[in-house]
């Protein structure tokens, strides 16, 4: 009785907190408001690209530095980037200007919104406005409905998503507009006004919305698009000072659409391509750096014949097929390696440590990656890596055996989840390197064979047999 | 190229005493070289397959011995001698540590770890690709040593090198054919190098390492037993000829007791090694070895009167005890039902035997008899020199050259018995080749250099003696001529004719490795057919991971290796009644075929199926075999009922017990709706080459879930039982019992 009456007590507490609390922030938040908001949602792929362009004012009495963004906790899990620019100037003279974005709390937030905050280049003195774009991907934001398809049947989804920006200040007038991949929209919420007109639904315009607004949207639609998802990517960068970069690239890829329901029948599928699978895929394009060379593509159990290589000076273009077909909810698994010229890729800075420039996502067009995983294997006796990554990812260290090591090359592990093509940015690794280690091993090699002579020569001219012949 | 000329080399000591030493110290080095050079070649012309193909393990049990090796690396030795692998013979799974030969596993096991420990990151998969060429080299150099023993270093270095490409041996050893024969060629010939060697020096030494080279040939193979009975043989004829000594006592005695006793540490001989009438022979000449050595002791000391009256005692005395013995073992192995033969014994011994018995081993293509054509293709040449081979060992007969000849005539018989025996024969014959070779140019060449010297010597003084002992000295002119053509026909017929069909048939002939399968288009390009890797790797990433997988044996060891499913029966032949109930399921109507499939827990059906591509070796083609067998068994299935007229067809004339078979579903299932074969008509088959018989039909009990892109494998996943539906006739379809009961009751057998 008096536990439960101690509890009440201090959720009221709790309660009042929050509220003063929620008080004094959205006043402060209040000092932006959004004169106009557009938003535009493209369905086309598996990946939502969101492109937001906010024009904002301040209505307080202090220069803003920052500017918050928010998020739905439906789509906060889904984010796999957030990019903002300021845009100035009209409309052919516009230039832009990367701004950073970082994720933050916001205590009045609705509860499991995700927040970030945008630092303004310049800090917004009031009745000032300016002009932020943010674009955003949200991968894995499409649920297929029904969950699971016969072989001839298109593959239709769900998307959900808010007919008003889900925003901390208030905006005064905001359109949506979702294109979807084709013109075959089954059903969509209709917040009124809305309008559909081909391949676009048209959310808007609202006016004068309070912040945090939210008015959940249905739309469901027909997307055949492949949903490669790459479930886990290790991607091994082994640098070796003789010249040679190898890269080696453990895919297990997976059909993250509705899944085949029944069976698979190959008439089908060989006979009628257009009408039978429409929404499997049966080949996917990596697109490596240029001067690639021994390129191979092979799983488990053996190499996979069916690739094609395309080189040019500038890029080259593997078109891998893997064994099967991939329906909906089929999975393959499969190992890319190339090797690359060393001087493409790795430079010296200037207080003489070398560094790696690298790109950093999956080179397979298209897909998403659950789970990005880049080892890079620096050679041994290499000290004091150190990444310079653009995003937050996870890093730590591992030691690696390879060809006649004694000590280990050091690996420079870094993890990150919910990768999307926008992440295939350049890294850097930094270490330092004493040339004097890449002897170790011939000179090991040699001194062996030597030894293994002496020996021989010793074994020879000894008599080691007990009785005197 | 190691070619005989430069073989010659070796054995040219005729010359003053101080060049002597330093040719021999030359002809040393160059032995060397060129022996080098062989395991080279015998190395690189196995690597074709490679080089054509890809680093990929071929065929069938290889990949078990393959996942076996995996095992092993994996989990250690002890957990490898403990090993009960479930995922095969479901639901009775198979005790892999004591069935298998080890020797193979274990050796490739070995190399992987000493290469890893030294930080060289080799898969286990590259380890096991590359065994047998390595073990191929070796091979060539333990026939040097073999036919440097009989022979001396010329008849060697030849046979070295026409063992390093002789296609019979290449067939069973190119890259990738990591099978047990692989290093048990190496294992036989050097035990029978190490047992020359002790008869001819009569070492302990060499006696035990015979012993353990005899023990890692019984790791390695079931052909073992070859040995332990060649060697008895030879030991018995060596006493029956007067040819006793105390080296042949050593070189047999120790190989005997050790051997059985390293024997027996196999798991998989175990007890075999006293109780199983293929090593009867050795104990018997091991007894009577003893006798005779008793005999000759005595004989030493005592005075030949007192010996003879001894000998007649002995002997009457030991009549009676032997015939007493004799007839008590007789009547031990004769109550037991094959003699205490095994299956495999019994066919060398009767060829006829397996075909009336043991359908499953006469099934198999590698057991079948060769025909003449195919002793051409696997030892070419050789067959030839072979016979000019035996005449040379017998100028001069001796301990060791005898037990070469025992060696070839036994392996022609059984090379002849069972075509993967050809194997044995293919070092026998290599090792004769060599000596007719090296013999023929010995005789030419010092026939060449005598007559020299004899025109030199000729006014001093006539030598009668050294005529009489040379009696191969031929005219000059001859043999000047015999060796120029000798050379030419080396040139030649050895070089471009072995080397060519050698490198052609390493090439071409056995480097595919089964599971891909290339064809050249019209317009030069390469197609390739990775259909069985394209549905193991389906079923491996699609299924769950314990579904058990139904398909004909061919292709349990591979959907276990590569598909890592669990399978009914495998390629491991050792349950005739399991096979039987497959058979006996893919050739009953589809209901009868899924209550027996359901019965067994499988989930997935694989048939491989030819008739789109035109590949032969297809479930259709074999299935008269699963008809057979299944009979064997259960006497139900009756091969008539799938023949038209003795005729074996799938067309329209075919009888409705084919055309209703599953596995003549399973196999033409909606193959009659494929679009690329508008010329040929519809549902035409291009292996058996007609219009299949019967179209359009429906399957009640199975569904497609995988068919490749080359329809060369499909895979059908058993329908879930219907619900059953209240008021309705029940349908017998829980079980085999069930189905059973219900026949008592008068109601229609499903077997039936």
């Given at each position: 009785m008096e536990a439960s009456l101690r509890a009440q007590r201090t959720a009221a507490l709790l309660i009042f907190a929050f509220l003063s609390l929620l008080a004094v922030s959205s006043s402060a938040a209040q000092e932006i408001q959004i004169l106009n908001a557009e938003r535009r949602i493209d369905l086309s792929s598996q990946i939502a690209i969101v492109f937001l362009t906010l024009k904002v004012e301040n209505t307080g009495k202090a220069a803003a530095s920052e500017v918050l963004l928010s998020f739905p906790p439906t789509e906060a899990d889904h984010l796999a980037e957030v990019k903002a620019q300021a845009a100035s100037g009209k409309k052919r003279k516009k230039t832009h200007v990367p701004l950073d974005v970082k994720p933050t709390d916001v205590?009045?937030?609705?509860?499991g919104a995700k927040c970030f905050r945008i630092a303004l280049l310049n800090p917004l003195s009031p009745g000032e406005t300016s002009t932020i774009e943010v674009l955003y991907m949200l991968t894995h934001s499409m649920e297929p409905f029904p969950a699971e398809i016969s072989q001839s049947e298109p593959q239709l989804v769900y998307y959900r998503d808010s007919a008003y920006i889900l925003s901390p200040y208030r905006i005064k007038q905001q359109t949506t507009f979702i294109k979807t991949p084709s013109t075959n929209v089954l059903s969509f919420s209709r917040v009124e006004p809305t309008n559909r007109a081909g391949m676009e639904l048209k959310y808007g315009p609202y006016e004068d919305r309070p912040a945090y607004s939210f008015s959940p949207v249905l739309v469901h639609f027909e997307n055949n698009n492949p949903f490669a998802v790459v479930e886990e990517l290790v991607r091994e960068v082994e640098i070796s000072h003789w010249g040679n970069l190898q890269i080696t690239e453990h895919y297990t890829l997976a059909h993250g659409g509705a899944k085949l329901k029944g069976v698979f029948s190959r008439v089908d599928y060989q006979s009628r391509p257009g009408a039978s699978g429409v929404s499997s895929f049966k080949n996917l394009l990596a697109r490596l750096p240029a001067r690639v060379h021994s390129v191979y593509y092979r799983d488990e159990i053996g190499n996979i014949s069916s690739s094609r290589l395309r080189t040019d000076s500038r890029k080259s273009e593997l078109e891998i097929e893997p064994r099967y077909p991939l329906f909906g909810g089929w999975k393959s698994t499969f190992v890319i390696g190339y090797g690359l010229p060393l001087e493409d890729f790795l430079f010296e800075s200037t207080d003489g440590k070398r560094y790696l420039n690298f790109t950093f996502g999956c080179p397979l067009s298209g897909t998403v990656v659950d789970k990005l995983t880049v080892k890079v294997v620096l050679p041994e006796g290499s000290k004091d890596p150190s990444a310079v990554v653009p995003f937050p990812v996870e890093q730590h260290m591992e030691t690696k055996y390879s060809?006649?090591?004694?000590?280990g090359r050091p690996v420079l592990v870094l993890e990150k989840k919910n990768?999307?093509?926008?992440?295939?940015t350049l890294f850097q690794v930094y270490y330092s390197f004493n040339p004097v280690f890449m002897l170790a091993e011939p000179l090991m090699l040699v001194s062996t064979v030597f030894f293994l002579f002496a020996a021989c020569v010793a074994y020879l001219h000894i008599d080691v047999s007990i009785r005197k012949r | 190229m190691a070619s005989p000329e430069s073989a010659v080399n070796g054995p040219t000591m005729t010359a003053g005493a101080a060049s002597k030493s330093l040719r021999n110290a030359f002809g040393g080095v160059i032995a060397f070289i060129i022996l080098v050079l062989i395991g080279v070649l015998a190395f690189s012309i196995r690597l074709f397959s490679v080089i054509k193909y890809e680093s990929v393990i071929h065929e069938f049990d290889p990949y078990f011995n393959y996942r076996v090796t995996q095992f092993l690396s994996k989990n250690g030795i002890y957990d490898f001698w403990n090993w009960f692998d479930d995922r095969t013979w479901y639901p009775l799974g198979r005790v892999i540590g004591g069935t298998v030969y080890p020797g193979l596993t274990l050796t490739a096991g070995t190399i992987w770890k000493v290469v890893n420990s030294l930080n060289i990151p080799l898969s286990v998969e590259t380890v096991c690709v590359f065994t047998a060429p390595i073990f191929s080299a070796f091979a060539s150099w333990a026939a040097y040593l073999l036919t440097k023993e009989v022979k001396g270093p010329g008849a060697g270095l030849t046979a070295a090198a026409l063992l390093a490409m002789v296609p019979s041996y290449i067939s069973r050893s190119v890259a990738g054919s990591y099978d047990n024969e692989a290093v048990a060629i190496f294992a036989l010939v050097f035990t029978f190098y190490l047992y020359i060697k002790t008869l001819n020096t009569g070492s302990l030494f060499y006696a035990t390492l015979n012993a353990l080279a005899y023990f890692y040939m019984v790791c390695s193979w079931g052909g073992y037993t070859f040995i332990i009975n060649l060697i008895p043989m030879h030991v018995l004829l060596c006493i029956v000829t007067g040819r006793y000594s105390s080296r042949l006592y050593i070189a047999y005695a120790p190989l005997v007791v050790l051997g059985t006793l390293l024997a027996s540490l196999v798991p998989v001989v175990g007890f075999n090694a006293v109780l199983t009438s293929e090593h009867f022979a050795s104990f018997l000449v091991f007894i009577i070895i003893h006798v005779v050595a008793l005999a000759y002791y005595i004989k030493g000391i005592l005075s030949p009167k007192m010996f003879k009256v001894a000998v007649t005692l002995v002997v009457s005395a030991g009549l009676a005890v032997c015939c007493a013995v004799i007839a008590i073992l007789i009547a031990v192995v004769a109550s037991s039902p094959t003699k205490g033969w095994s299956g495999r014994s019994l066919t060398l011994l009767d060829p006829t035997y397996a075909s009336k018995y043991i359908p499953i081993i006469a099934s198999v293509s590698e057991h079948q008899p060769p025909t003449w054509p195919s002793y051409f293709m696997d030892i070419n040449v050789l067959a030839f020199l072979v016979p000019a081979g035996i005449i040379a060992c017998f100028m001069p007969l001796t301990d060791s050259s005898s037990f070469v000849i025992l060696y070839i005539v036994t392996s022609v018989y059984f090379s002849g018995v069972m075509v993967r025996l050809m194997l044995v024969l293919a070092p026998a014959a290599c090792i004769l080749s060599g000596i007719a070779l090296s013999e023929a140019f010995n005789v030419l060449t010092r026939s060449i250099k005598n007559r020299k010297k004899e025109k030199e010597n000729v006014e001093k003084k006539p030598t009668p003696s050294k005529t009489e002992k040379r009696l191969l000295v031929l005219p000059l002119e001859a043999s000047v001529i015999a060796v120029l053509l000798l050379v030419l026909l080396g040139a030649f017929y050895v070089v471009f004719s072995v080397q060519v069909h050698c490198v052609w048939a390493a090439a071409e002939a056995y480097s595919a490795p089964s599971i891909v399968l290339t064809s050249h288009s019209n317009d030069g390009g390469l197609h390739v057919f990775d259909d069985f890797r394209e549905a193991y790797s389906w079923l491996s990433h699609n299924t769950d991971v314990d579904d058990k997988v139904a398909s004909w044996w061919d292709y349990g060891y591979q959907t276990t290796a590569m598909a890592n499913r669990t399978v009914l029966v495998d390629n491991n032949t050792w349950n005739n009644t399991h096979i039987a109930t497959v058979g006996t399921a893919m050739s009953s109507p589809e209901k009868q075929a899924w209550e027996i499939f359901h019965s067994l827990d499988v989930k997935y059906v694989l048939v491989v199926f030819g008739g789109v591509v035109g590949y032969p070796s297809d479930d259709i083609n074999k299935f008269l075999w699963m008809v057979r067998i299944g009979g064997g068994v259960f006497p139900h299935i009756k091969e008539p009922d799938y023949l038209r007229d003795g005729q074996y067809r799938i067309d329209a004339q075919a009888t409705p017990t084919m055309l209703n078979c599953l596995m003549y579903k399973l196999s033409y299932f909606r193959s009659d709706f494929i679009p690329i074969h508008k010329t040929d008509g519809k549902g035409f088959d291009r292996v058996r080459r007609t219009e299949i018989g019967k179209k359009h039909f429906k399957l009640t009990h199975f569904e497609e879930v995988f068919t490749t892109h080359h329809w060369m494998v499909r895979i059908y996943k058993l329908k879930p039982q219907r619900n059953r539906i209240r008021g309705k006739t029940k349908k017998s379809k829980s079980s085999r019992s069930v189905s059973s009961k219900r026949d008592v009751r008068g109601k229609r057998n499903p077997w039936h």
């Open positions: 205590p009045d937030a609705p509860k060809y006649l090591d004694v000590v990768v999307v093509p926008e992440h295939n | -």
